[in-house]
């Protein structure tokens, strides 16, 4: 989480201010439901609410050095402030009650956040799926020439792909939004599960099935999957934007900003940074999952090896994927495409990507596949070290005219009919809502 | 996936031969599609079947030393086998057709396998949290004895947990039971969605959205993240019976077979070794999200980088999760519980688990709640330090007994008040079904 | 690279301020280069230096803001606030020439004071070593009680593990000390190996045997997973601590500052925090070592996939570790031991570790060590099971008394002779420098 | 560790006869140090290697269904086929002095597996090197044309990391030549330093510094990390090939067998399988790391959760770098360069990469550096843009050819200056040892 890659609003999700405003919240909602459940006096909450209090960050930590124990700083601040009523606050409650439901907050909070920059990234994708539904382009695999695709329908791969990790943050954020005013120890030794129920539903959330000291980490690992899950997508999504710009391939360009510089030594180059950049971004977003999943198994009802952890990768995670998926927005608005480039490469692939449908038209004509394979293989490999076009190669070789005339043959060459079911598969995609 | 952490089930799912028998099936499924769409001759796919081939893996092996290439050898053999209609098989298909539809019915498979083991440790786990839902026991956190649970709670905690890691393997099954028979870069070029709809509905998968040549690795990434959540709720499990079985605990222990060894050295020791083991396993399955995740950015169409590292986690991690189950399953059943044990560490706790009792009791009575906390740790500090239970502190310190009666003082060292909401927290957890 | 977790040195060396003095000084150190070669002006650099620069952050990030550049950025106000002479700063020098040669700088930089804080550390294990000798202990493998050790040989462990992370760290301070100025794919196209061997003497760094634009990232990679080994040897020390401190074992417990609170709900709590801790910020650290290796493969002559990784993991991995040390080295020098709760632990093992003696005994008195072995198992297994003590139930086994007199019997029942190499180990240990 | 990524040796060295081999030369080397010690009789050992035995792996393991302990199991199988002699084995011991002693064997065999097939790749890159030291090709930064490298350059650059590599092998090497026979709790109870160092010697072993129950685990981690620095390193070499040989670069191919076969669909592809391949294996490597760092904190005197981890990861890793380094020998050795399409390559970078040599010309003929950058600048984007060629365009720019005459400019497009001191890096390179 450093500024270079931190939005305002992740800035303000983890700030101090935040944090301690959530957990006075926390404390009050809590302190209402005991309200109602008779074992606190009524209007402790609102008399404090009253106060609008102003929690003093500085002060906070400066309590902490000696108490080595946050919560307790914290408590100790706001019974300074508030004095008599603050002393209600937090009854048979533990610190973790308070953490961990904050936390809860902030992941979610970050949750949404992130789910409607997907709901960007996937908007812009969909744009360009339907912009270059029908534009040509050379498909590769092993980045060797294969068969004709269009532009439109590599967004649209994408777009799928988001959709499903922006789904599975919907699930996680069903999972993170999870709190617990259980006590010490998860038994509500001195609280109650109808106390906790109304407390979290006050505050958007759910109580955890079973509590220790805290709430389950599996939750978390979930969450931090999930994240990693979408980076890794938009890690995808920005390598074949690299490839795409690279100098011998041209065919789309990042929009490269007014007096932008490409280079320090040469002043003609414009470099996919900002894909690279996500694709480094992704590793690190990828790196949380680990330890993540290293917290889950705390001793006995709970060490406190996880809070370390979740104070660094919690704020990184969250605000680096906000990050990635508001560059990647942005990068696939403004992706520059050159379709004469998409062109020259796609003739540069010498119809060679008709070789299956001459094969299939041998076999048809009752060539065994084997034998098929074998015949359009030498045409193609005559073409590929330049000796001939393959269309020529196939149309002078008698084991092929023997079996298709002219008409049969010039329908093996039809791009068309390679691609009549692509806007099919992309208005599927676009339909899809990250299910299947 | 070595034979020492490996069931015959898993052994089966992931021999050679059936890898074979899963490609013949796909490749008759869609041979059948293609009849039914009228471009391979009716009774192709039956003709085939009526010859109830046995795929020689030694051959194909052989085969695939020249073609470099294991479905061209795979091809190669069958038509071998099969003569003529076999001439039919794959048309319009690519490898990967093949290859990735059947990697997502032995992912699914393996899933099925795993959920059913699931299925059994949950039952153990249930069995035993409601046998001792009244047993107490000390909770500690940090290591350190904190307020009592039982240890039917503990269990249930776990049921929980295992009931979520559950739960989203049945997501990820659903993810991950989806074929692609699209072609060399998913156009359906020489086939059709409708075809590819049929023969996937006939293996119980369902098609991707939007193919490249392969399915999209971000399903295989969500599928092992959702083996190593398992993974570390076990490893919690794991962990926590090597505390409780530590000689200065000795709450529980692993059930010791008849002739089994503890030590070469010490005869007379019980080592938590099959727990040991979980925790050790827990991180070899843990260690398969990375190179899953690194796999999802496969370049343009695909690269098949992916596929030497799903040859090798996909047995080993779904394998190894399977032992896991199984050997937590028999784990949780046979571990042997030492009532007397937790009595005398609930009792060596000496009461100071009530000190929150006392102190809200304080509070109630109109003390300030900071200062409550002073008065009661010094009553808590003295016992801790040998000087004095903490029950008879407090009852002759002046600052307690002013407030509090005898009565109501002995109200707060009541341990059945202190466990009475637990038996619904594991009535709760029981019913769960891993959401919430 | 949190505030919590961050000390002042760390600060500095990553702020802001501190990275553009150590640019300006390489580039600064390379004009000197390229005056000594005659390529610029004599008395160039000395003329800037001469002006005392402010650099100002502030204005370079505002450049920034148009150039996308951030060395372009820093150039442009450097020619600012110097005016002609510094166009001749950065001759021939692509930005990475540098990035990479300060990056080299502040990484040997952090090593440095990983080094110091490392001292401190060995020092305080090396104290307590000796300190506790011949403080017997009871040793525990798989966390049952083993046979004696002494707990200054537990500290002797870590030390010589520690000792061997400090060396490994001089190993990698070494391989990362290594610059590169030799412009932008590394042919020093504009420049020569010699004002690069120069420039980089100068700032006591080595040349990049191999450069493309950058330095070769396997050197990157080596270093954190240096920084992840010494993590994880505080990690195992940490683990320890909180074993020992658990409130059934109670051998050691973190010195626990005045006015410091365990527990919002229990004030008698004190819990292993710290050493929590340090098990949670291994996991941090060790999180960097995977985005390290990954960044490792760097497309054809550089992509700047690795720079947005480094710019996170560099500082977070170096200050975490750094805060890791120090917060270990005044854990261990303030470690509270009870000798006490040794003594009773060990007693409590009731002397079934001299087990393994009397089978030896036996043994060497002429019996099969399989019947050996059984013969006293059965005594051990009656005396963990509260049927006499093992010293009793041997001593009454015609068995064994058939074999062993009682002067015999009583050798096998010295502890001073089992921990007689002890003293031995533990000079040998701290004798050592990471070797062997 | 599945046959198609295990090599013969390798096999051979993981197999479970090799394994029971070491542990017994293990015992008998302990054994005669026990006899030089005089506490075993003199020809215990060598009356037991007289007899020759052959490990019956089967046997053991069903002796190990009921002892559920390996080590005992095979000692009780040495036992029944050595008789009395074999009484004498293991004296004081505890399966970890076996265990480690022989994993440490085993560990230090694979890495000198490894060092010998580091010595193949390096001979074969040094070849490419010197025979392609002149061969200009267009270096890229970003995936975009730069200036001009020769591909002897790169396979130098990866000389030099590989060289690097083996160096950090061979340091781990004796990192983990490392084995222990000092006793349960590594106190030599009942043996000796002495015996230990003896036993360890015909071992070609050292002794650890401080043993608890086993071998201290960051030696290994210290070594899977070197492994995966290696594979890091073969990553960024297949990387390179991988789009080398892409379709629109077209400048190197994998050697492809006669009747190999790229393509079940398109029969004209040749796509770089082999390099895809290594990619894929690195992420496996790599994925060691992880597991044994986490292994290295393992509880007091020792928990055996490493042990699974290590039977897993130790095969897998060092034979799948032993097949990836096997690979990338053949690969390098047979790779097919394509001179005419790294010429081709190299004009369509239309000299652009002569832009930094007229930049520097007009600054040292008095231009300030950022005018004289806007200037080239301006030139370059007209060519990039297709508007005459940049050697052209600068031609006829007032602003160039008012500072530089007509040879001053020829001067500054010339290649053989830029790579004039290419010869001299690869020099050093093919000198260098891995150091520097």
Not at 55 to 79: Q, W
Not at 283 to 305: G, N
Request: with cysteine; hydrophobic share 45%.
């Amino acid at each position: 989480m450093i500024p270079r890659y931190t939005t305002p609003d992740f800035a303000a999700l983890w700030s101090d201010e935040r944090r301690y405003q959530t957990w006075l919240e926390v404390e009050l909602c809590a302190c209402e439901a005991m309200e109602e459940a008779g074992t606190v006096p009524k209007g402790t909450a609102a008399s404090i609410r009253g106060m609008k209090l102003d929690v003093d960050v500085a002060r906070i930590e400066a309590i902490e050095k000696t108490t080595r124990h946050d919560v307790i700083a914290f408590l100790t601040h706001v019974e300074e402030k508030a004095g008599v009523p603050a002393r209600w606050l937090h009854r048979g409650m533990t610190s973790s009650d308070v953490l961990d439901t904050s936390l809860a907050i902030s992941l979610r909070d970050a949750a949404d956040l992130l789910l409607t920059r997907c709901a960007r990234v996937l908007s812009a994708l969909a744009k360009r799926a339907r912009e270059h539904q029908k534009t040509p382009m050379i498909g590769r695999s092993h980045g060797i020439f294969a068969e004709p695709i269009t532009l439109g329908l590599a967004f649209a791969g994408h777009y799928a792909e988001i959709a499903r990790g922006a789904r599975r943050l919907e699930t996680v954020r069903a999972e993170i939004a999870v709190g617990k005013i259980a006590g010490a120890v998860g038994t509500y030794a001195h609280l109650s599960p109808e106390v906790e129920a109304r407390a979290l539903a006050k505050l958007g959330l759910v109580a955890e099935t079973v509590s220790t000291q805290v709430v389950a980490r599996d939750r978390h690992a979930s969450f931090f999957a999930a994240l990693a899950l979408v980076a890794a997508s938009i890690e995808r999504l920005a390598t074949n934007i690299r490839h795409w710009q690279r100098s011998e391939v041209g065919e789309v360009e990042e929009s490269f900003g007014v007096g932008q510089k490409g280079s320090s030594a040469m002043p003609h180059k414009r470099n996919p940074i900002l894909s690279e950049n996500l694709v480094g971004l992704a590793r690190v977003v990828r790196a949380s999952v680990i330890p993540a999943l290293e917290d889950v198994a705390l001793w006995h009802e709970r060490d406190i090896s996880h809070s370390s952890v979740e104070r660094m990768i919690a704020p990184d995670a969250t605000t680096t994927l906000g990050f990635m998926l508001e560059r990647t927005a942005s990068l696939v608005e403004g992706l520059v495409v050159y379709e004469d480039k998409l062109r020259k490469n796609l003739a540069a692939a010498g119809e060679l990507y008709f070789s299956e449908a001459v094969m299939l038209a041998l076999v048809d004509a009752g060539m065994a596949r084997q034998e098929a394979y074998v015949v359009v293989q030498a045409s193609a490999m005559r073409a590929w070290k330049g000796d001939g076009t393959f269309r020529d190669n196939v149309a002078a070789d008698p084991a092929v005219t023997s079996r298709l005339d002219k008409d049969a043959l010039t329908r093996c060459f039809d791009i068309d009919h390679a691609l009549k079911h692509v806007p099919a598969i992309i208005a599927r995609a676009l339909a899809s809502k990250g299910d299947g």
